[in-house]
């Protein structure tokens, strides 16, 4: 019999008193040892779970039987498990061999364990889910001497987060709610709770508690009334424990069934919507009544944790969230397709550094990643949303509106949006347009924006485009309802300070009225959408600003993290990269939440080889030189929980020493940073003046020196033009750096002499 990492018995017995029919032997489970190594411990401690705490959930994990199915959906989600290293492999992002859930799955309670607080999670959050658990644990009859405190349920689940992100455990409970999710983005009239609400645990807790006596043959069937929190029962049944489901709304219209006998289905759910359901559970019988989450908000002041968080497939998603608005933008392809197209166009020309965008601003773009802009753009657009790639000519038309003039582009945008209002039958749009508002207050009636749903595609697709997705991790429902109500905000405002809409505001490049931070290329601002993409949740304001140089994050089993941690680099389309994966952040056998950049180093300011650029041309020698920077990655642990700050420290030849904070590095360059490539033949080779000045780019003069006097201008001295440029970067921190992708640094410096009070890198 093979040896497990973790003993739990007495006399070689594995797991004392769990049993699937009747009680838990507690008796025995009180004078059961834990025997395991000092290295799974130390994983244990990691993770910061108790050993007793692995103990009580196992006997959590024993009261129900997974499905045949349900078993090999685990096995397969257990599998896939996998992650990335980060520079020099001193991090790891995702679920590595090590990790805490390895522990657990050597045993079939274990898995179970697992599958239960990684259900939980993904639909709940780690909050609700904790406090599931606890309830679970009182329905139980469990003795309250040996119940784990709140906090460790809450490390529990968290070490199990993520588990089932990447199969199809969404998808189910997706599909079962139907047109319920019609209903989702509003509010109850009777209780003004979000439609989308999580109800209470203990509501919750007593709906999987007859799930549980199902799997054990103790009970027939059970019959689930609530909201769209229902989904989460059917979803669970189905996928783990291979129960026959019944879903219907409330008028008895069947939603979904995978048994077509109704008489012996074991799982019956009928929604209802809050303004039906009581607050308080009744139970009838085997009746549960799924109410709202009121109480809930007394010990999680946070509203926006305790939303239900369903995943939708990529394929049809559009239609299945946007609903008539998509169907209605599929039937005019001709105007959905120019209108992308012209995007791409726009996006173009600030990317690539033409010379006259306009009244664009390029102070807060950093879109460089191939797929957001241009012909990318418009593959990535079919890529990301396969329901668009099969649109009859959709890629052509697109395609054509894309190779169009800068001008032309822009004005065929401002007719488009023009033509999208006139089209459009919501609300907003009927005033614009000065048509009779003839609303019937239909619950179900579509009101989403046909020209809000079109700019939510465009920056979806720039979003999606810009991120590298490790599996196939499906959006969330209210992460894609999130990002259409930003868009929503941002057309309101044009509306109120314009006749119609603008490009700029449909495009968003500039300032949006509800900008959550005055500095909107830290990397807390460019993976919020992110996180609010895959997890549910758009981080508030006060969030955003504490966290603004935070370079990785795990929440709620997503794992999110910036391309520069893989390595200091000064491409800018390398750096606007996000990754994101489902686990941990792990060094080692110890689990983490956060990653953040250094303090600065109080050695930044020293000197660097400068050469000041007049009215001569200066020639620099072109023999060649052995000049290095060797660069390694530093690690230390702070003392919040959970939390390590990451850096980058470079050696340079004469024994100095300058650390590169990898979240800054990032900001520095999208901020002052462009697509241009140099058009001198030897740029890559050597480091000779003359050279020819390009004046076609991104304006110097709004990066001058803070005194208002003419600047010098700095000639990096490295051949290691990459690494070189970052240690730069870095030492020069806030003063006016500019720096273009492709040109080597005197190209860059010649080009910014030009102007009489700028200083170029």
Not at 235 to 245: K, N
Not at 423 to 430: A, G, I, R, S, Y
Not at 585 to 605: F, H, L, N
Request: charged share 20%; proline share 4%; net charge neutral.
């Amino acid at each position: 019999m093979p040896s497990r990492a973790l003993q739990i018995g007495n006399d070689g017995e594995p797991t004392p008193g769990f049993v699937q029919q009747g009680q838990v032997d507690w008796v025995a489970f009180g004078k059961s040892t834990i025997s395991a190594s000092i290295s799974v411990m130390q994983r244990f401690s990691a993770a910061g779970v108790q050993p007793v705490t692995v103990a009580g959930g196992l006997a959590l994990g024993s009261r129900f039987e997974l499905g045949k199915k349900g078993a090999q959906n685990m096995d397969v989600a257990l599998k896939n498990l996998s992650g990335e290293f980060g520079y020099d492999k001193l991090l790891y992002y995702g679920f590595g061999y090590r990790s805490f859930v390895n522990i657990l799955t050597e045993t079939k309670v274990g898995v179970n364990l697992v599958a239960l607080c990684a259900c939980l999670v993904e639909m709940h959050g780690v909050t609700v889910a904790a406090g599931i658990l606890a309830a679970l644990w009182k329905l139980e009859a469990f003795p309250e001497r040996f119940e784990p405190a709140m906090s460790q349920f809450n490390a529990l689940v968290t070490a199990c987060a993520g588990v089932v992100t990447d199969t199809t455990f969404g998808q189910v409970g997706d599909i079962m709610l139907g047109d319920i999710r019609k209903l989702i983005p509003g509010k109850s009239i009777k209780t003004g709770f979000p439609m989308r609400s999580v109800s209470n645990a203990e509501d919750i807790a007593k709906a999987l508690h007859g799930l549980f006596q199902i799997s054990r043959n103790s009970l027939e069937y059970i019959e689930v009334v609530g909201g769209a929190n229902c989904t989460f029962i059917g979803a669970f049944a189905q996928w783990l424990l291979d129960l026959t489901v019944h879903v219907e709304d409330e008028v008895g219209t069947t939603i979904y069934q995978n048994s077509p006998n109704h008489e012996t289905v074991q799982v019956r759910i009928r929604y209802r919507s809050l303004d039906q359901v009581s607050t308080e559970l009744h139970v009838t019988s085997r009746t549960y009544v799924l109410g709202n989450h009121y109480d809930m908000l007394i010990h999680t002041p946070w509203e926006g944790d305790l939303s239900l968080l369903i995943r939708t497939a990529w394929d049809c998603c559009l239609e299945r969230v946007f609903w008539n608005s998509m169907r209605r933008l599929k039937s005019v392809s001709r105007i959905l397709g120019e209108f992308l197209g012209s995007a791409a166009r726009i996006f173009a020309a600030l990317a690539e550094g033409e010379a006259d965008v306009g009244e664009f601003s390029r102070a807060n773009f950093a879109e460089f990643a191939y797929g957001t802009y241009g012909h990318g753009f418009v593959k990535s657009v079919g890529n990301v949303f396969p329901e668009l790639d099969r649109v009859d000519g959709l890629e052509a038309i697109m395609l054509d509106a894309s190779n169009a003039s800068f001008k032309q582009a822009l004005s065929s945008l401002q007719v488009l949006i023009d033509s999208l209002v006139r089209l459009c039958e919501c609300d907003m749009c009927k005033e614009l347009a000065n048509r009779r508002n003839t609303d019937t207050n239909d619950a179900t009636k579509d009101k989403n924006c046909i020209l809000v749903t079109t700019v939510a595609i465009t920056s979806l697709v720039r979003l999606v485009a810009g991120t590298k997705r490790h599996g196939t991790i499906n959006p969330t429902i209210a992460g894609l309802q999130h990002i259409y109500g930003r868009c929503l905000q941002r057309i309101k405002v044009s509306c109120r300070t314009n006749s119609s809409p603008t490009v700029p505001d449909a495009l968003g490049l500039h300032v949006n009225p509800d900008s959550l931070t005055s500095s909107p290329l830290t990397p807390a601002f460019l993976m919020a959408d992110v996180q609010c993409l895959f997890t549910g949740y758009r981080p508030t304001q006060p969030e955003i600003q504490r966290n603004n140089y935070r370079t990785a994050f795990s929440y709620n089993g997503i794992c999110c993290y910036l391309e520069v941690l893989h390595g200091p680099s000064s491409n800018a389309a390398v750096l606007r990269r996000i990754h994101v994966l489902p686990g941990r952040i792990q060094r080692g056998d110890r689990e983490y939440t956060m990653v953040w950049d250094c303090a600065p180093a109080p050695q930044s300011q020293l000197p660097l080889p400068k050469a000041t650029l007049g009215i001569k041309t200066v020639t620099l020698s072109s023999e060649p030189r052995d000049d290095s920077i060797d660069v390694k990655a530093l690690v230390t642990e702070e003392s919040g929980e959970g939390q390590l700050i990451f850096y980058y420290q470079a050696l340079l030849q004469d024994a100095r020493v300058v650390r590169i904070r990898p979240g800054m590095l990032t900001h520095r360059v999208l901020e002052r940073s462009g697509l241009i490539v140099c058009d001198k033949l030897s740029c890559n080779r050597d480091l000779v003046f003359p050279c020819q000045v390009i004046s076609e780019g991104w304006d110097v003069g709004e990066h001058r020196t803070t005194s208002g006097h003419p600047a010098e201008c700095l000639i990096w001295p490295f051949r290691e033009d990459d690494v070189g440029r970052c240690v730069a970067i870095e030492l020069t921190q806030g003063k006016g750096l500019y720096i273009r992708k492709g040109e080597c640094l005197p190209c860059c410096t010649k080009a910014a002499s030009n102007h009489p009070m700028s200083m170029i890198i």
